[in-house]
């Protein structure tokens, strides 16, 4: 069975500072790793995945993630944290071997900066 | 615009009485897919589909019925809600390319509310 784990419902951080929202999985096989971020009153948004190759990825916004397959984690990732970033952060894994494009969420990580 | 659109956006309805959620998407995805969203248990699917007339259950289906008649629309029915069926639902929609690895876009969100 598939599982997604977000250690923390919440993270603050001050503006300006480097920001981490972090993610373990647990899956059969290799797994596609996607983030979504979800503003107030608003559906998902895509920011970024992880299907191959490069075990860092860059995403929208200005956000990245590292995939470390010993750990099992998919961590988010910003240099610099913005208000703006304010928002509630989900993880999501699709384990490869599914035909359909199934996603398996975690309970997300609400993200505060601090200005 | 590229979206995926749901109706209603907001719904209080009475325990056994029969509604229905639209989804439509303008992006000729192929996939869609239903969530629901509560405190602490992040997103969960309850149906989805692959293409017109191939949908088939997700973890959470029990108390719901989809239907994919056409490429665009997926509405979500519930015919005889529950209290405990009181959540926030999300529609979603992707390609499925040949690796199956492409982001699914999310509607705005339906805030369904059963006394």
């Known amino acids: 069975a598939q599982s997604v784990a977000q250690p923390e419902d919440q993270v603050n951080v001050a503006e300006g500072n480097p920001l981490t929202v972090k993610c373990t999985y647990s899956v059969s096989g290799n797994p596609y790793l996607f983030w979504y971020v979800q503003y107030p009153n608003r559906g998902l948004q895509f920011l970024l995945k992880?299907?191959?190759?490069?075990?860092l990825v860059k995403g929208s916004y200005g956000f990245e993630a590292e995939f470390n397959k010993s750990q099992t984690s998919f961590h988010l990732k910003k240099p610099s944290a913005l208000v703006s970033d304010s928002a509630l952060y989900f993880c999501?894994?699709?384990?490869?071997?599914?035909?359909?494009?199934?996603?398996?969420f975690g309970t997300g990580t609400r993200l505060t900066v601090i200005p | 615009e590229a979206q995926v659109t749901q109706n209603p956006r907001y719904l209080i309805t009475v325990t056994g009485k029969k509604l229905t959620v639209t989804c439509s998407q303008n992006?000729?995805?192929?996939?869609m897919s239903w969530y629901r969203q509560d405190p602490g248990l992040g997103l969960r699917q309850i149906y989805y589909s692959m293409n017109v007339e191939v949908t088939d259950k997700g973890d959470v289906p029990e108390g719901y019925k989809v239907s994919r008649k056409e490429k665009r629309n997926f509405p979500l029915i519930l015919e005889s809600p529950s209290p405990n069926q009181t959540s926030l639902y999300f529609c979603?929609?992707?390609?499925?390319?040949?690796?199956?690895?492409?982001?699914?876009?999310f509607g705005p969100g339906t805030r369904l509310t059963v006394t």
């Open positions: 979603a929609s992707s390609f499925l390319g040949a690796s199956g690895t492409d982001e699914q876009y």
């Open positions: 992880y299907i191959t190759g490069d075990n």
């Open positions: 992006m000729n995805h192929e996939y």
């Open positions: 999501a894994v699709r384990p490869i071997q599914t035909g359909a494009n199934n996603l398996f």
